[in-house]
């Protein structure tokens, strides 16, 4: 997929967030997570630091907290030290980190630091509200930053995972020994979800070794093999073969024979409508068999795009398209359903466009970064604004009102500095993106699952329809 869908993919999937908070986040187990200890204006410097019971390590310092009840709690400004406990009418601020150890950081509107901590033993940190209005987690080399925070929010800053590479097993998938197109356009695509391959037809390869990875495993803890043939003047699908529930074996070889290819014929047309001056620019697709995402062949004709599930298996497809301005591919409108293995979908992209962004800016104001975007638009009721920029030595994301088309980045405190942008460096300009959803009822039901908005989600909603509208700025190049 071209680079900058990608970008855009990630941040649109939040069409995909469920209302249950806690379902693709860590550290909890399966609800709200309400802390009875809260810290204010912590620094992770003075070796007091932590909550509900924790010890946490920060920077090289070792610290621990003697009691749920009771948290260690020091200045940005003096890195003083004190103990207090929860109490009084003060709403707090809690954040859900994707690992223990984890910097979290509030600060102002204005970009002044007013606290921060490490996350405890949970992934947790939580703050009583001193004027918070933006919460930041550092990540590797990336900071991200939910916007317009409000006392008593409880946020998920938990990244989707890097897909686990570990190899747990091998299948050897043999294919039927006759192609429905034995000539040199004859190719099959075999896929075990998270692991696929292509291979000729008539070379005399019957076979492919696929390594297993946990990507693949379903719940059942099997894996399922799907297999394409393609080919014949227009490339076009001609067959297909599976075989489910396979059991494998760890650190060992299973080997799984599709005896025969069956008729594939095209299960669902997706078509979007466009006004003859929008061009459509990509779409992407895959099916979900048993919570593991499966590649899609389609072709595309006069009629739309034809998509070849397998509808006995597919659970749900996942695909999404974009439409160009006329202006260019630098504003794009963006659309993302998911929908079962039936029937057909015409998308409408440009009957429902966002007004576009124009430009987008990353400024130093008063020793503080400020992104912004350029628009004569209203975005003002609309779910989100996403920000990404970076410099020499990282990235940082933010996800803000969408009516406020700027945000201030925070002052790093001295003991996070270095993770930031120093004083000779300079902010790209960034990427931006304004959402609309139908899952989400405004920036207040959003805001809570802002890891998802960057991500990704792991889970869909129980829905089957969803629809994104996006207005798209990319700088050049991108």
């Not at 997929?1 to 693709?24: E, K, N, P, Q, Y």
């Not at 490339?235 to 799984?256: K, S």
């Not at 597919?314 to 591919?329: C, E």
């Not at 001295?414 to 790209?428: K, V």
Request: aromatic share 8%; hydrophobic share 35%.
């Amino acid at each position: 997929m071209d680079g900058r869908l990608w970008t855009v993919a990630l941040a649109l999937t939040i069409a995909g967030c469920g209302d249950d908070g806690a379902s693709a986040g860590g550290g909890t187990d399966g609800g709200s997570t309400s802390a009875p200890g809260t810290s204010s204006g912590v620094e992770d410097t003075t070796g007091t630091s932590g909550s509900r019971g924790s010890s946490t390590t920060a920077e090289g310092s070792s610290s621990t907290s003697s009691t749920s009840e009771t948290v260690s709690t020091g200045s940005v400004e003096d890195g003083s030290s004190s103990s207090g406990s929860s109490g009084g009418d003060t709403a707090g601020v809690i954040v859900h980190t994707e690992t223990a150890g984890q910097p979290v950081l509030v600060s102002a509107d204005d970009g002044s630091p007013l606290a921060w901590t490490m996350s405890d033993a949970d992934g947790v940190a939580v703050f009583e509200d001193p004027g918070i209005t933006m919460v930041s987690t550092l990540r590797g080399t990336q900071w991200t930053s939910i916007d317009g925070v409000q006392p008593g929010d409880e946020l998920w800053l938990v990244w989707r995972p890097f897909p686990d590479e570990t190899v747990l097993g091998q299948v050897e998938v043999e294919l039927p020994l006759q192609h429905p197109t034995p000539d040199e356009t004859g190719f099959s695509q075999v896929s075990i979800g998270c692991s696929d391959t292509f291979v000729g037809a008539p070379d005399g390869t019957l076979s492919v070794m696929l390594d297993i990875l946990p990507g693949c495993v379903t719940p059942g803890e099997t894996v399922n093999v799907i297999a394409y043939a393609q080919g014949g003047p227009q490339i076009a699908i001609v067959g297909a073969a599976t075989a489910t529930d396979v059991a494998w074996i760890e650190d060992d070889t299973v080997t799984v024979t599709l005896d025969s290819w069956q008729p594939s014929p095209p299960a669902y047309t997706f078509t979007t409508t466009k006004p003859l001056e929008h061009v459509v620019y990509n779409t992407t697709h895959t099916q979900w068999i048993d919570g593991v995402e499966f590649p899609m062949p389609r072709r595309s004709n006069a009629q739309g795009t034809q998509l070849y599930p397998i509808p006995a298996l597919t659970d749900f497809m996942q695909f999404a398209g974009s439409v160009d301005l006329d202006d260019g591919p630098s504003r794009m409108a963006w659309a993302q359903k998911r929908a079962y293995a039936e029937g057909g979908y015409e998308m409408p992209i440009a009957q429902s466009l966002l007004d576009p962004i124009d430009g987008a800016s990353a400024t130093l104001v008063d020793g503080r970064w400020q992104l912004a975007i350029e628009t004569t638009g209203d975005f003002a009721d609309h779910d989100a604004l996403l920000f990404q920029t970076r410099w020499l030595g990282g990235f940082w994301a933010v996800m803000a009102p969408p009516g406020a088309g700027s945000v201030t980045l925070p002052t790093l405190p001295d003991e996070l500095a270095a993770q930031g942008p120093g004083d000779g460096d300079s902010l790209d300009t960034p990427f931006a993106i304004v959402v609309e959803t139908d899952v989400h009822e405004g920036y207040d039901a959003l805001r809570p699952r802002g890891s998802w908005f960057f991500s990704g989600p792991d889970v869909w909603p129980d829905v089957e329809e969803s629809f994104v509208r996006g207005a798209v700025f990319f700088p050049a190049p991108f």
